[in-house]
């Protein structure tokens, strides 16, 4: 068994300590190092600032045995990552030849000013392994010195990302003789504290594989993980629990290593090959947006409306003004008709309707984060009534009510009760 590496993952950049940019280098070469059994044990943001990278450089030498650069590589002025990596291991640096004639062709066939500093991004710290860059200039690097391990990558994700998965993992995969295998097993209808209660003395006695609950922004997941001498191996000891997880929380799995309900949905619609169309209000096209999204929507979805006036409701949909003004917009009266029209409207075979308020003002009748979702096929009907609660945002409303809508069609598609609680109308607090 080899030992095991710590890792920190020192990233720099001004702009992410400014917040301008975020910093999905770090959260992209954690991800991947666990895949080759890596420990990622800290991570570290400095900005562009010399005596400030020299001091967090010395803190990485004294705690980690692999340090893992992102950003610094370019040829601007406040890109110091090599020089000030190469000086805190003793090192110089010299131009690498073949980096330079890449960067040399570049420059004769580019229509962009190309300035004699980018050259320097062929300097790299003696008896290093070059990583080539193959979605930019900049090259990276990698060598070992005083007992350690150094990686230095770009900052740019696309390049960060491009060169960890080609040059990067190659180098360090040495480092371990085990793999991390993990899945993620999606969840909607329960929050991630319900989750973690139904499973915590089980997760509190399991060592590997393990299992941990996680919230998203409207839904939730369980990562199962393991680590073994083998992707077999660790898909074998994955197997159980996942099918362990499906039987305690039933019909509220969506899927696993889906992105989101909408993905899910997605999937049955390519195999029972059905349509559907949706008729928005609070939403504001959410569930059309999100939906067309991915690629080949337009093979399932009909077209959607956005009729977000009580007048828009009336002269797009057809939906009886008296109606309206008996019942009010927000109602699951209106939003079963918003379902029933559109469907009609477009021919699907499905109608998808929301209605609600997402805030920051009520109705006078209904407090803010009540919301409406129904959907229709033919000869039934279904509402269900949302409560979200007065603390949440806009964003969370609108992004509850599309998943709800999602995860209605997801169980009709599937022949699961379309709503957890009653066949007809139901109603659900999120607070």
């Known amino acids: 068994m080899k030992k095991s590496y710590d890792t920190e993952i020192l990233s720099v950049g001004t702009e992410l300590l400014l917040g301008h940019v975020t910093n999905t280098d770090a959260r992209d070469v954690s991800e991947m190092l666990s895949r080759i059994g890596v420990n990622v044990r800290y991570h570290t943001v400095v900005g562009d600032n010399p005596q400030r990278l020299r001091d967090c450089v010395e803190i990485a030498k004294r705690r980690a045995d692999v340090i893992i650069t992102t950003g610094g590589l370019g040829p601007t002025c406040d890109d110091l990552t090599k020089k000030i990596l190469a000086e805190s291991f003793g090192l110089k640096l010299v131009r690498n030849e073949k980096e330079y004639e890449k960067l040399y062709h570049f420059s004769r066939t580019t229509t962009r000013h190309f300035a004699e500093s980018n050259f320097a991004q062929a300097d790299l710290p003696e008896g290093c392994t070059v990583f080539s860059n193959s979605c930019g200039t900049a090259p990276g690097c990698a060598f070992e010195a005083e007992g350690k391990i150094v990686v230095m990558l770009p900052g740019p994700p696309k390049e960060c990302r491009a060169m960890f998965r080609e040059s990067a993992i190659p ?131 009909l077209g959607g409306a956005v009729t977000y006036t009580n007048e828009a409701k009336a002269r797009i949909l057809g939906i009886d003004p008296a109606l309206i003004e008996a019942k009010g917009a927000v109602s699951h009266e209106v939003a079963g008709e918003m379902a029933e029209r559109v469907r009609a409207l477009t021919g699907a075979d499905v109608g998808l309707g929301v209605t609600g308020l997402a805030g920051p003002g009520g109705d006078g009748v209904h407090e803010v984060g009540t919301v409406f979702v129904s959907m229709a096929v033919e000869g039934k009907t279904w509402v269900r009534e949302l409560h979200m609660g007065l603390r949440r945002d806009r964003s969370f409303i609108r992004r509850m009510a599309g998943n709800v809508a999602f995860d209605m069609l997801r169980r009709w598609l599937s022949g699961l009760p379309v709503t957890p609680q009653l066949e007809k109308f139901s109603i659900q607090k999120f607070d």
């Open 171 to 301: 180098y360090l995969r040495r480092l371990s003789d085990e793999q991390i295998v993990s899945h993620a097993v999606h969840i909607f209808g329960m929050g991630e504290s319900e989750v973690d209660e139904i499973f915590r003395e089980e997760m509190d006695r399991m060592t590997n594989p393990s299992m941990a609950p996680y919230a998203k922004e409207a839904d939730c997941l369980v990562q199962v993980t393991a680590k073994a001498h083998s992707e077999a191996e660790g898909e074998a000891m994955l197997e159980p629990l996942i099918a362990h997880v499906r039987e305690r929380l039933g019909d509220l799995v969506y899927g696993v290593d889906v992105e989101s309900v909408e993905e899910a949905v997605f999937r049955l619609l390519q195999e029972k090959a059905h349509t559907f169309a949706a008729a928005e209000s609070c939403t504001g096209g959410e569930i059309a947006k999100r939906f067309t999204d991915i690629p080949g929507a337009s093979a399932f979805f």
